[in-house]
Every structure is written in structure tokens, then in C-alpha cells.
């Protein structure tokens, strides 16, 4: 997974609902089949929990 991936910004007002309903029905396709693998959900727990080890030392750098 990305460590420091960019951020990108959507105008949703741009998108037609039947395009979002279908995006959104993939994704949650997606998201399902992805975690449905347990290795899949191991390395995703374990990348949160680096992100959130760095996030969190961050703060208490500022």
C-alpha cells in the first residue's frame, strides 16, 4: 500500500447520480472481495497500524 499517497479532490457536483450509484457499487464490491482474503486483512490491519504509529509521533512532533 501507499505510504504517502497524494490527495486528490473530486467536485462530486459534477458527477450524474446514476454514475455515482454505480461507482459506489463497485467499490463496495471491491472493498468486500479484497477483505474477504485474510492475508488481505492482515497487511491492511498491520499498514493502519504503522500510518497511525507515524501520524500519532508526528503530532507529538509539532
Do not use: C
Request: hydrophobic residues 35%; charged residues 30%.
Amino acid at each position: 500500500m501507499p505510504q504517502d499517497a497524494e490527495t486528490v479532490h473530486i467536485n462530486t457536483d459534477l458527477i450524474p447520480p446514476w454514475v455515482a450509484e454505480y461507482l459506489t457499487e463497485q467499490l463496495y464490491r471491491s472493498v468486500r472481495n479484497f477483505f474477504s482474503v485474510p492475508e488481505n486483512q492482515a497487511k491492511f490491519e498491520k499498514w493502519k497500524a504503522e500510518r497511525d504509529q507515524r501520524r500519532e509521533a508526528a503530532q507529538k512532533g509539532k
